[in-house]
């Protein structure tokens, strides 16, 4: 089964500092979903990538998927700390029609004034 | 559009009594899956449904089973509740599913239903 290992596992960034978070696949990667997490809460669904060399940008948060790598990765820009919460990566397994995404454990971020 | 709504917000149970979940996709989406959160195990798929048929099904005992209606909203049931099933239970709607080449559609997800298991 595939297994998605996202690090860190958690950060602490200053406000108005960079961040990347990464999300590793143990197999093949056919488009992967980032969301975001407050503790207790929902998904919020930040961004789909469909293909390897994607990148798609959504205000200060931008998501790369790099198929070679079985990698993806999400970069915000000038954290504020709004962008506080947990980033979770789900990514749907190789032939499979419909939804069984499976999920990374976890990136949670701080962001300190 | 009203998101993915699920009820009740907050439930506490005791062993071996069984609960229903309910789960309304956004309208228009065929496709509810449920998730099960635990701080151990992380976010775990427990089943899909599309068009009233289970499409997919996750690796959870026969405990946990599900339905979806015509109009598109699913239930969940756990049957002789354990401990261990005291977790955020999450619904997420699509309009259709993948291709199996990739994700196509975007997946929402409800706010959750926390279950507590005394």
């Known amino acids: 089964s595939q297994e998605l290992e996202q690090s860190p596992q958690s950060l602490i960034v200053q406000e108005g500092k960079n961040l990347t978070i990464n999300c590793t696949s143990s197999?093949?990667?056919?488009?992967l979903y980032w969301y975001k997490q407050k503790y207790g809460e929902g998904l919020i669904f930040l961004m789909m990538l469909q293909k390897g060399g994607e990148e798609k940008s959504h205000e200060k948060i931008t998501a790369k998927l790099d198929e070679k790598k079985q990698q993806s990765s999400l970069h915000i820009t000038a954290s504020q700390p709004s962008h506080a919460g947990i980033y979770l990566c789900g990514a749907p397994p190789r032939g499979l029609s419909g939804y069984a995404l499976n999920f990374g454990k976890g990136t949670s971020l701080l962001v300190t004034p | 559009k009203a998101g993915v709504t699920q009820t009740p917000r907050y439930l506490i149970k005791t062993r071996g009594q069984q609960v229903t979940l309910s789960c309304s996709p956004i309208?228009?989406?065929?496709?509810v899956s449920w998730y099960q959160q635990t701080p151990g195990q992380g976010l775990q798929f427990l089943f899909e449904y599309f068009s009233e048929t289970q499409r997919n099904k996750g690796n959870f005992p026969g405990r946990f089973s599900g339905r979806q209606f015509s109009n598109s909203r699913s239930e969940m049931n756990v049957s002789t509740l354990e401990l261990g099933d005291s977790a955020l239970y999450l619904c997420?709607?699509?309009?259709?599913?993948?291709?199996?080449?990739?994700?196509?559609?975007?997946?929402?997800f409800g706010p959750g239903t926390r279950l507590t298991v005394l």
């Open positions: 997420a709607s699509s309009r259709t599913g993948t291709s199996g080449r990739g994700p196509t559609d975007t997946q929402y």
């Open positions: 197999k093949t990667l056919y488009g």
């Open positions: 309208s228009g989406h065929r496709s």
